[in-house]
Each structure stands twice: as structure tokens, then as C-alpha cells.
């Protein structure tokens, strides 16, 4: 019998979750009271750090969405920055957010079985684990679904609808793949169900001293209100073909959203080898690469180069000057200057015979100690991002707008001084003057800032290097951006599924990509897309 690799079997997840002390936090890997059944504290733990850990890193974030959305480019292999990118990236996206979604979905089993709840009950308040295991899979699954397109989907909401076959292998060894509307409006549903599910004085995934909740240390209260901001953000992504959003998001806002910096979902990382965030880990760990720099397209933006918003002194807090070495950075011995011309881009998107000494790296900016720290927190979703969906639904509103850029530059550490005088000098409220500062407030979160791009179309051509545009190199030498995939005239609309989908699942992927043209192609619109 058949069944579908890439969904990943119950064995291999088990076997994960036994070994999760090669992913870090050594010390919340064994259970002292039945070593049998891995405590819910450990599982969240190992699931959530796999789902950042394998896509903020060097190959799903590093050579595909984030050089796609031109926060940084590539001077080794360019053409990935063209959308000719490694299939094993897309395979590596589809394959670990699989593995951590089953892996919470097992949290929910294990807090429902009468024979495991009352050991875990020990783990925390069983309601309120099995609800914030209902919110990372409908992130997961949003994730997914915005990568891919229609995906195969599970909900515990929805674990009786025949239609939901994901995760349930040995009934459903080739399940069907769900169309997006299915999925984003379940996903919206057990965003409701869950924070309702969960109260909000309790704990979840905590055990003793240990905190198996790198996010929010168990705190309930704080995951209520990421399920509220959750589902505003997911509404507002869909409103224009799903009218019936409107009643999510201002259910979402009246429930409570984020309203501070101290509400962020972010992931939380050590600072050892071991326990690294997955970024710093590309530079000074495993590959140790130099081939990474921040994109020319986006400083000339915080250069106040491009567009109409001046000189952006989160610049400082993202980037080194120039003549910083890789370890310099990383130890943060340098002194951040105000003098703009020490920050250099790296030209995005060059052709292959033009990595010349013109680009050496001599001439380019490292990122900053900030980025280049093991304990650089990888955010699921921040306040500013809240503010600007607020700005967005209020018709554009001006105050919530200058609280997005706020909020942005007390998380990056900016002055107040310096954030003052850039924020009283920003032209109004507008679609395009929001949707740009959200990018800027994005940095680093890749995903989100393509999911904008593919929603309103902002930033546009006049900040991003579009295909056919022509860009300049460092020495002010001109050329086309020219993608390395026919038919490319924007940004990627999706990628493709992994190959081995046309062997494992090649009914079901058949049908998928029927809305394609037949072709898995990165061309193909996803629903929510005008």
C-alpha cells in the first residue's frame, strides 16, 4: 500500500520527539515519571522550535523568501534570487511544518486520552494546552497554505469532516488536498474555538522550573490574545474574497489583541551552539556562510533613497557599517554611525558574469549584532504588524499607522528622539504608505512581507527591483533584472509542491494544480490573491 512520505509517519515524528535533545534545551528530554510517553512540555517545545528552525534559516528564508521580498540578496548563487530556487527548500518547508504539525496534534491527543491526561495535567491546565495546540497548527497551517496553495489539512474542530484527512495515515495514506477557502476559513474557526477554550489565568507546558513554552512561558493570557491577533491578521489577509471575515476581525479586536511590545509571539533561542537562533546558526555554525548581505533595493529605501519616508534610523539596528567584519558584527564591536554612506546593499538579482570585484565584500554591510545574535528572538507575529492591520481596517487611519512605526522602533531599540522626528515627518496614512512601513517593520519576517506583496502589491516597482526593471551595481554599472524562470513579470505567487508528491499523492497533487493549468508552476495565483 501507497502511502504520502512527505505527511510524515507517527514513527518518525515518536522518533523526533525522542531525540529533541540534538535541537537544543537539553534538559527537557526525559520524563522521570514515565519515560514511555514524552511529556506535552517537551513536545511543544521540539515542535516549535523545528517549524522556525527549518524555515527563518539559510535555505527556505535565506535563498528563497527573504532575497524574494529584497530584505537581503546573494552574491554566491544568484540564481535563486532570479526564482530559480532549490526544489529541497520548498521540500524542507513541506516536510518540517508537517512534522510540527503532527507533533501538536499529538499534544491534543495526549491531554483527551483518559490514559495519558492525568500525567498531563502535571504539564499544565489540559485545556489550556490542548488550546494553544489549536492555534500553532492553524498557524502552521496558514503557513502552509500560504507557501503552497491548497494543502492537506487536519483541525481538531474539524477531525470528523471526511474531508480533513491530513495527519491520519493509516486511514488516509493519500489525502486529499483541501482548497485554501476550506482551510482559511476552519483556520479562522479554531482560532475562535481555541481562545475561548483557554483561561486566561492558567498555565500551559510548564513543569517545575522547566518551561517548555519558549514563547510565552505558559502564560495563557498571553496566547488568548495571539489567537485574537491570529485570526485579525488571517481575516485581513482573506476579507476581499471572503466577505464574512469582517465579522472575525471585529470579533478578534473586541476579544483583545496585542496592544504593546510585550505582547510579541516570538520564539525565544539560547546561547549556545546547540540552542542557536537559526540564522545566526548559517553564519557561525554548520556552513558559516559570507554569502548573505543585506539587499541594495531595501537600504536604498532606509536610506530615504527611494519612496517618500527619508532617512530610517532603524537602518543602524539592522546593519553594520562597512569594514565590519562577520565577527565584529556578531559581537556587536562596532560603532553604529548616522553617516548613511557607511551602510552598503548588496545589487540583487546580478548577472551571473557580473560578481566581480565591483561586489567584493569589502564593499558590503554585514547584518547587525542584533541579527547576528544565538538569542535573536524569530517572531510569529509583533504588535507593530497589529497596529498596521488596525490602520488598515479603520480605512487607513493615521493614528494607527504612527503606532505600527512606534511600536517597530522600541522593538528595534531606536531613540526616542530619533523615532520621534522620523514619525512626525512621515507623509499621511495611505495604502501604500502603510503597506510600506509594515514592510520596513517586517524585516526578517520574509513570509509575512510576501503574503503583503501578494495581497496589495506593495512595496511597489519604485522601491522593489521588478523583473525587467533595470538595477545598478555598486558602481553604478546598469543591467535587467531578467528571472530565470519563463514567464516571470512580479514576484513568485507561490512554490511549487515537493516532487515526490507526483508519485506518492499524484491523484490528489493532479487535481491541485488543476487551477494551474496543469502545472505545478510559482506563477500560479493563490485564492486570496487580486
Not at 524574494?68 to 530559480?84: A, I, L, P
Not at 545574535?373 to 504588524?385: C, D, F, N, R, W
Request: hydrophobic letters at 35%; one cysteine or more; charged letters at 20%.
Amino acid at each position: 500500500m501507497k502511502f504520502n512520505k512527505n505527511i510524515v509517519l507517527t514513527a518518525l515524528v515518536g522518533a523526533f520527539i525522542l531525540s529533541s535533545c540534538d535541537n537544543g534545551f537539553d534538559e527537557m528530554n526525559t520524563n522521570p515519571n514515565n519515560p514511555e510517553v514524552a511529556p506535552t512540555y517537551t513536545i511543544f517545545n521540539a515542535a516549535t522550535k523545528r517549524l522556525m528552525d527549518e524555515t527563518r534559516d539559510e535555505w527556505v528564508s535565506g535563498r528563497m523568501v527573504l532575497p524574494w521580498v529584497q530584505y537581503s540578496s546573494q552574491r554566491n548563487y544568484t540564481e535563486e534570487d532570479k526564482y530559480q530556487y532549490r526544489p529541497s527548500s520548498g521540500d524542507q518547508a513541506w516536510n518540517n511544518i508537517y512534522r510540527s504539525i503532527h507533533n501538536y496534534k499529538r499534544i491534543i491527543e495526549l491531554c483527551e486520552d483518559p490514559v495519558t491526561a492525568g500525567e498531563m495535567k502535571n504539564y499544565g491546565d489540559l485545556q489550556a494546552q490542548i488550546g494553544v495546540a489549536r492555534i500553532m497548527l492553524a498557524y502552521s497551517f496558514g503557513e502552509l497554505a500560504n507557501y503552497f496553495g491548497d494543502v492537506p489539512y487536519w483541525s481538531h474542530g474539524g477531525k470528523s469532516n471526511p474531508e480533513f484527512q491530513a495527519l491520519d495515515i493509516e486511514k488516509y495514506p493519500q489525502p486529499i488536498y483541501n482548497k485554501q477557502e476550506d482551510v482559511f476559513k476552519d483556520i479562522l474557526k479554531e482560532l475562535r474555538e481555541a481562545e475561548a477554550q483557554i483561561d486566561g489565568k492558567a498555565l500551559a507546558f510548564v513543569y517545575g522550573s522547566v518551561e517548555g513554552d519558549k514563547i510565552y512561558k505558559g502564560k495563557a493570557a498571553n496566547w488568548k490574545k495571539f489567537a485574537n491577533s491570529l485570526r485579525l491578521k488571517f481575516a485581513n489577509q482573506i476579507k476581499e474574497v471572503y466577505p464574512a471575515a469582517q465579522s472575525d476581525i471585529q470579533d478578534a479586536i473586541a476579544k483583545g489583541v496585542f496592544t504593546s511590545n510585550e505582547d510579541n509571539a516570538a520564539l525565544n533561542y539560547g546561547s549556545s551552539s546547540l540552542e542557536g537562533s537559526p540564522f545566526w546558526a548559517s553564519f557561525f555554525t554548520g556552513d558559516k556562510r559570507t554569502d548573505f548581505f543585506i539587499n541594495k533595493q531595501f537600504l536604498h529605501l532606509m536610506k530615504g533613497e527611494s519612496g517618500t519616508y527619508g532617512k530610517d534610523p532603524r537602518l543602524t539596528k539592522f546593519v553594520a557599517p562597512l569594514g565590519t567584519s562577520k565577527g565584529d558584527a556578531a559581537g556587536g564591536k562596532y560603532v553604529e554611525t548616522d553617516d548613511y554612506s557607511k551602510y552598503q546593499g548588496m545589487p540583487y538579482g546580478l548577472p551571473s558574469n557580473r560578481l566581480s570585484s565591483n561586489n567584493a565584500f569589502a564593499k558590503l554591510s554585514m547584518y547587525s549584532s542584533k541579527i547576528f545574535s544565538p538569542t535573536y528572538a524569530e517572531i510569529l507575529m509583533e504588535y507593530a504588524e497589529v497596529e498596521f492591520i488596525l490602520s488598515e481596517v479603520n480605512g487607513w487611519n493615521q493614528a494607527n499607522y504612527e503606532k505600527g512605526v512606534q511600536a517597530s522602533m522600541d522593538k528595534w531599540g531606536v531613540s526616542e528622539d530619533k523615532a520621534t522626528a522620523y514619525i512626525a515627518a512621515l507623509p499621511p496614512a495611505n495604502k501604500e504608505n502603510v503597506i510600506t512601513q509594515k514592510y520596513v517593520a517586517l524585516f526578517m519576517q520574509p513570509q509575512t512581507a510576501w503574503v503583503e506583496y501578494r495581497r496589495t502589491g506593495y512595496p511597489n516597482g519604485s522601491i522593489l527591483l521588478l523583473p525587467g526593471q533595470t538595477g545598478y551595481e555598486l558602481d553604478g554599472t546598469p543591467y535587467v533584472f531578467t528571472p530565470l524562470v519563463s514567464g516571470m513579470t512580479d514576484l513568485p505567487s507561490r512554490i511549487a509542491y515537493p516532487l515526490a508528491e507526483q508519485t506518492v499523492n499524484s491523484k490528489n497533487w493532479s487535481t491541485a494544480v488543476q487551477k494551474y493549468g496543469n502545472k505545478d508552476i510559482i506563477t500560479g495565483k493563490l485564492w486570496w490573491m487580486p
